[in-house]
C-alpha cells in the first residue's frame, strides 16, 4: 500500500473564528507525534501562525500569479513533509479557485499527497452554501468540519457533511476567559504544557487532550481511506503542473 503524506489547509469563510489556534494545535500535534512538519502563513500582511513558529512556518503571498506558483508546486513537491497552511478568510476563494483551475488534486495523489480541509462552520448561510461548493469542485479533496464552540453557538450537522461518514467533526470545546487568554500568548506550546506542567490535569491539560485524541482519530481515518482508495486504483488523470521552484526544508519540532 502506497503512504501518502496529509496536506492540510485550516480554511474559514469568516475572520475570528480560531483558525489559526486550530493550526497552532495541528502543528504541535504532528511535531509530538515525530512528523516532519512544514506550515504556511498566507496573510503577509497580518501573519500570525509564524509568530508561534518562527523555525518552521513561511510566509507566502499568493495575491500575484508567481506567488500562487511557487505556493502550490512546493505543496506538491515529491517528498514534501506534512504540511499544514493557515488560509486566511480574505483569500479563501482565490486559493480555491487556482487549486481546481491547475490541478493540484490530481498531481499532489500522484505525488502520494493527500489534501484535507478542515473546513470551520459557522451559523452563517453562506459558510453551509460554500462548502458545499466547495466539495463539488475539489471531488477528490478530503473535507473535514470543524466547530469551535467558542466562535459559533452551534452546529446543523446536516450543513456541514464530512466527506465520508467514517469522518467526524471535529469539536474545539469553549474555553474559559482567563486561560483562553494563557493559550493564546506567544511562546505558549501546547506540547511543552502537556508534559512539563507540574500538578496533575488542569482545565488546559483536558482540552488538549481531547483534541490531540480527535487527531489521532483522523489520522486513522485518513490511512483507511487511503487504504480504499489504493484498492480502487487511487488517482490517475494527468494533470498540468505549475512550474518549479525550490521547496522548504522540512522542520521536525515547534520552538517552545
Known amino acids: 500500500m502506497p503512504q501518502y503524506t496529509p496536506l492540510y489547509i485550516i480554511a474559514s469563510q469568516h475572520a475570528r473564528v480560531g483558525k489559526t489556534l486550530i ?11 515525530g512528523k516532519p512538519v512544514v506550515g504556511y502563513d498566507l ?34 513537491a ?25 490541478g493540484v488534486e490530481q498531481e499532489a495523489w500522484r505525488q502520494g499527497i493527500a489534501p484535507v480541509v478542515l473546513f470551520i462552520t459557522d451559523s452563517a ?27 459559533a453557538f452551534m452546529l446543523i450537522p446536516q450543513d456541514f457533511p464530512p466527506s465520508h461518514p467514517n469522518y467526524s467533526v471535529i469539536r474545539i470545546p469553549r474555553l474559559s476567559p482567563i486561560v483562553r487568554g494563557v493559550i493564546d500568548r506567544r511562546g505558549f506550546s501546547f506540547a511543552a504544557y502537556m508534559s512539563k506542567q507540574p500538578g496533575g490535569p488542569t482545565e488546559v491539560h ?12 483522523l489520522e486513522l481515518r485518513l490511512l483507511i481511506g487511503e487504504l480504499d482508495s489504493s484498492l480502487r486504483g ?18 521536525n519540532a515547534p520552538r517552545s
Open 43 to 76: 496573510d503577509p500582511r497580518e501573519p500570525t501562525l509564524v509568530t508561534y513558529f518562527p523555525d518552521l512556518v513561511r510566509i507566502l503571498d499568493i495575491a500575484d500569479t508567481r506567488g500562487q506558483m511557487a505556493l502550490f508546486d512546493r505543496l506538491i
Open 206 to 217: 483536558n482540552w488538549i487532550a481531547g483534541i490531540f485524541a480527535q487527531f489521532r482519530e
Open 234 to 251: 487511487g488517482v490517475s488523470k494527468p494533470v498540468r503542473q505549475a512550474p518549479r521552484a525550490n521547496s522548504p526544508a522540512p522542520v
Open 23 to 33: 493550526a497552532r494545535l495541528l502543528i504541535e500535534y504532528l511535531c509530538l507525534s
Open 125 to 151: 448561510p453562506t459558510t453551509a452554501r460554500g462548502y458545499a461548493e466547495l466539495r463539488r469542485r475539489l471531488q477528490k479533496t478530503t473535507f473535514v468540519p470543524v466547530h469551535n464552540e467558542a466562535a
Open 78 to 102: 515529491e517528498n514534501s513533509p506534512t504540511t499544514v497552511i493557515d488560509l486566511g478568510y480574505s483569500l479563501f476563494e482565490q486559493f480555491f479557485a487556482v487549486m481546481a483551475e491547475i
